[in-house]
Nanobody
Framework: QVQLVESGGGLVQPGGSLRLSCAAS????????MGWYRQAPGKQRELVATITSGGSTNYADSVKGRFTISGDNAKNTVYLQMVSLKTEDTAVYYC???????????????WGQGTLVTVSS
């Protein structure tokens, strides 16, 4: 079984910064990619940023230049540094990972439980 545990959400004023963390644990042989998605009230879940095990990154246009995704392969952890936050960044942020399961070598997509980011004055 594999779990993703997120942390770092909270309330921040517009223009402020937050750093989200997501750690994967369990029967993991490897992780090919990790990412962050978000879902605002009344909206569909959308991609925020992804990073592969090789370090390639991809960002939604709405966060380019403000958010930075990074990873620590040794710790099976991904981070999302968010600066210049806007009210429209308010959402539940979900961590996602494409995991290779130990022993079986099966691929599994795993989601975290989500962490709330509220940007408000």
């Amino acid at each position: 079984q594999v779990q993703l545990v997120e942390s770092g959400g909270g309330l921040v004023q517009p223009g402020g910064s937050l750093r989200l963390s997501c750690a994967a644990s369990g029967s993991i042989l490897g992780i090919s990619a990790m990412g962050w998605y978000r879902q605002a009230p009344g909206k569909q879940r959308e991609l925020v940023a992804t990073i592969t095990s090789g370090g390639s990154t991809n960002y939604a246009d709405s966060v380019k230049g403000r958010f930075t995704i990074s990873g620590d392969n040794a710790k099976n952890t991904v981070y999302l540094q968010m600066v210049s936050l806007k009210t429209e960044d308010t959402a539940v942020y979900y961590c996602n990972a494409d995991v290779i399961i130990a022993i079986t070598h099966r691929y599994l997509e795993v989601w975290g439980q989500g962490t709330l980011v509220t940007v408000s004055s």
